[in-house]
């Protein structure tokens, strides 16, 4: 089955500053990698996407990137606010097929 | 907007027993997901669900749990004797058409 692997852990950025967050997984036949946010005590909240028949895509100051031959997609959060202190989750499916598998997770801390 | 919505949002039962958790997912999605989150881990699949059966299951998903969609609007996971290591956050998913996947808040399973 897929296994998608996620660093860093734990990541702290001063506010303003860029955030990245990387993963990779192992199924070559996924082809659907969306990003999650968990705040405390909800739920995972999309955030942004990606298809692999494209290689970026961005939303305001989030960004994601994919790299298919390499097998590993990044997400990218430009001029960070404390709001974006959350917990971010990676994932990866083959659509249609199976379900998704998440990353282990990456906690974000912006600190003011 | 739109939301899957859980309930309760905290159960306690003691080891044993059996637990129905409930959710309602999004009125026009087709496609329904439970997840488990146990505290400080990433999130894991257990089972999706459409056409009112079992499409995929993970191997946590043992004879012990069951799902159901017992009318048009609710979507039920039923853990017939609960163990300690089923406390965990369980979440609730639907999607629709597309590949887009959300989630309800979670419920809090406690296991004494």
């Known amino acids: 089955g897929e296994n998608v692997e996620q660093h860093p852990s734990t990541l702290s950025v001063q506010e303003g500053d860029s955030a990245v967050i990387k993963c990779t997984y192992s199924d070559s036949a996924s082809n659907y990698f969306p990003w999650y946010k968990q705040e405390l005590g909800k739920g995972p909240q999309l955030i942004i996407d990606?298809?692999?028949?494209?290689g970026e895509k961005k939303d305001q100051r989030i960004a994601v990137t994919l790299n298919k031959t390499a097998k590993h997609f990044s997400l990218h959060i430009t001029e960070t606010q404390p709001e974006d202190s959350a917990v971010y989750f990676c994932?990866?499916?083959?659509?249609?097929?199976?379900?998704?598998?998440f990353g282990s997770g990456t906690r974000l801390q912006v600190q003011p | 907007e739109p939301e899957v919505t859980q309930t309760p949002s905290h159960q306690v039962t003691q080891m044993g027993q059996e637990v129905i958790l409930r959710c309602v997912p999004i009125s026009n999605h087709l496609y329904f997901y439970w997840y488990r989150q146990i505290l400080g881990q990433k999130v894991e699949f257990l089972v999706s669900f459409y056409n009112n059966e079992i499409s995929e299951k993970s191997e946590i998903f043992d004879d012990q749990f069951s799902v159901e969609r017992p009318d048009g609007s609710n979507f039920t996971l039923k853990i017939r004797s609960t163990k300690l290591e089923d406390s965990a956050m369980y979440f609730c998913?639907?999607?629709?058409?597309?590949?887009?996947?959300?989630f309800g808040s979670g419920t809090q399973l406690s296991v004494l």
């Open positions: 990606i298809r692999s028949n494209v």
């Open positions: 994932a990866a499916s083959n659509v249609g097929r199976r379900a998704l598998t």
């Open positions: 998913a639907s999607r629709g058409d597309n590949e887009k996947l959300f």
